[in-house]
């Protein structure tokens, strides 16, 4: 019994989901649910949070079938949804994966993965593509579900072929070890949403001393992770010779004041 759960928690954090389009049709329903709406609620008061302050002219939100901004318009000139299937969001979609952004490098002012690399093929690959969109000093949050809490431990015994508890639950310390890599530096590393995965409303309705409790007794087994890094830039070191920066000749002292002083 130990080894096929194991085995199962292996195989969820590996392989992740089977197809990304068909998983991203199963978290476009799943997302309507009670718990759903719950968790959605709070993860928008966190990319709220992530964003406080930030001001740009071009926003990505990788999304993940909610199809929906998390941000506020207002704040940013052109947010854009990037998705793997056609929807009616209220603002511009791109198709394309999240491996493979179809942008410019460094032309964009933030992004935002919602629960990107919980679905993707190659997660880091897909920070490392973030990384390389990203003006110098761009803004990087990233939301994903947390493998050390009830919802990791129901997504290892659920036998479900798509949905939310088929997604893959990565460790968000290594995560942030993958932005360190690349340049970032953090600003935020915070755990939330400490309610039970309940279905039914009335359950959830139920759950507030027990989440007030986990809170205080267990802060790191929150459902969903906040990371939240700037983009740094190593200094450019200037790689021609000091001594050829300004010749002779060009200096203020022409050839003539030289002969002038020697006759």
């Known amino acids: 019994m130990n080894n096929q759960i194991g085995q199962?928690?292996?195989?969820?954090?590996?392989?992740?989901?089977?197809?990304?389009?068909?998983?991203?049709?199963?978290?476009s329903n799943w997302y309507r649910s009670a718990l759903g709406q719950r968790l959605v609620e709070t993860e928008r008061e966190l990319v709220a949070r992530g964003l406080a302050g930030r001001f740009g002219s071009h926003l990505l939100q990788l999304d993940s079938g909610l199809h929906e901004p998390l941000f506020e318009q207002r704040l940013f000139g052109c947010g854009t949804i990037?998705?793997?299937?056609?929807?009616?969001?209220?603002?511009?979609?791109?198709?394309?994966?999240?491996e493979a952004l179809p942008f410019e490098p460094e032309s964009i002012d933030a992004l935002v993965m919602h629960h990107t690399l919980d679905q993707c093929d190659n997660p880091y690959q897909a920070v490392r593509e973030a990384a390389q969109v990203l003006r110098p000093g761009g803004l990087l949050v990233i939301v994903g579900f947390?493998?050390?809490?009830?919802?990791?431990?129901?997504?290892?015994?659920?036998?479900?072929?798509?949905?939310?508890?088929?997604?893959?639950?990565?460790?968000?310390?290594?995560?942030?070890?993958?932005?360190?890599?690349?340049?970032?530096e953090m600003e935020r590393q915070e755990k939330h949403l400490f309610i039970p995965p309940y279905r039914r409303p009335e359950w959830l309705g139920r759950s507030g001393f027990l989440s007030r409790l986990q809170r205080r007794?267990?802060?790191?087994?929150?459902?969903?992770?906040?990371?939240?890094?700037?983009?740094?830039?190593?200094?450019?070191?200037?790689?021609?010779?000091?001594?050829?920066?300004?010749?002779?000749?060009?200096?203020?002292?022409?050839?003539?004041?030289?002969?002038?002083q020697y006759e």
């Open 82 to 98: 990037v998705s793997q299937l056609d929807n009616r969001a209220p603002c511009p979609v791109v198709r394309a994966d999240a």
């Open 8 to 27: 199962r928690f292996k195989h969820l954090l590996r392989a992740g989901p089977p197809h990304v389009a068909s998983q991203e049709v199963a978290l």
């Open 217 to 260: 007794l267990l802060p790191v087994s929150g459902a969903v992770y906040l990371l939240v890094g700037c983009k740094q830039v190593a200094g450019r070191i200037n790689g021609r010779p000091r001594w050829r920066a300004r010749p002779v000749l060009k200096s203020g002292l022409t050839s003539r004041t030289i002969r002038n």
């Open 146 to 184: 947390n493998p050390f809490s009830a919802w990791g431990a129901r997504a290892v015994l659920s036998r479900a072929q798509a949905g939310v508890w088929r997604s893959r639950f990565i460790r968000s310390g290594r995560v942030a070890d993958w932005m360190q890599l690349l340049d970032f």
